[in-house]
């Protein structure tokens, strides 16, 4: 089977960095991905990370490590429109679990 | 393009009613699935399939039915409505291997209360 640790909550200013934690537990790996999903909205699709490493997309990188079990999402240069929910999702089995997310407050 | 299509967007069912909820996709997906999310509760999986005749059950299956009679459809039914079914719903799918299995894309989604 599959699970998910994330922590729940976190506040920070504009312009700051927030990471956000992923450790999973799994008998087959197969990818760890990540989700942002605003308030009233569906999630969508952030980063993806196959193999240990940082993968950057713009102001998001997600970092894996598989002999820890574990990934981040940095966000950096917070802007208020990154007010939302983060989701890890780890896949195996054709399917994707995912976390029970983390809410991102930014403020001014 | 469309992407991941829902209806209804919300519906308000009494305890013991019967409803679809439809989900349709035009992105050519062979992998198509439904989640629930309750506060708190983060995504969990109703049912999924990996191409049309093909359905599975996911985390959470009791009290919901699907089938996939063509590539680009996927209705949810909820055969005798709960309370405790009432949630948003959400549809998803992506091309369903390799890297791209890891790329949902998801409706808007359907909220349902059943009093």
């Known amino acids: 089977g599959q699970s998910l640790e994330q922590p729940s909550e976190v506040t920070a200013v504009e312009g700051a960095i927030v990471q956000i934690n992923c450790t999973y537990q799994t008998s087959g790996f197969y990818g760890l991905s990540w989700y942002q999903q605003h308030d009233g909205g569906a999630p969508t699709f952030l980063s993806y990370?196959?193999?240990?490493g940082l993968e950057e997309t713009g102001r998001f990188s997600s970092f894996l490590s598989r002999s820890d079990s574990y990934g981040y999402l940095l966000l950096q240069e917070l802007q208020m429109k990154d007010s939302a929910s983060y989701f890890c999702?780890?896949?195996?089995?054709?399917?994707?679990?995912f976390g029970k997310g983390n809410q991102v407050v930014v403020i001014p | 393009n469309a992407g991941v299509t829902q209806t209804p967007k919300f519906q308000v069912l009494k305890t013991g009613q019967s409803m679809t909820l439809q989900c349709a996709q035009d992105m050519n997906h062979e992998y198509m699935s439904w989640y629930r999310q309750d506060p708190g509760m983060g995504l969990r999986l109703i049912h999924y399939?990996?191409?049309?005749?093909?359905?599975d059950q996911g985390e959470v299956p009791n009290g919901y039915n699907v089938s996939r009679s063509t590539t680009e459809d996927f209705p949810l039914r909820l055969l005798s409505a709960a309370p405790s079914q009432t949630s948003v719903y959400f549809c998803?799918?992506?091309?369903?291997?390799?890297?791209?299995?890891?790329?949902?894309?998801f409706g808007a989604g359907s909220r349902l209360t059943v009093l």
């Open positions: 990370n196959g193999l240990d």
């Open positions: 999702a780890l896949y195996g089995n054709n399917r994707l679990a």
């Open positions: 399939s990996v191409g049309a005749g093909i359905t």
């Open positions: 998803a799918s992506s091309y369903g291997s390799g890297t791209g299995a890891n790329v949902l894309t």
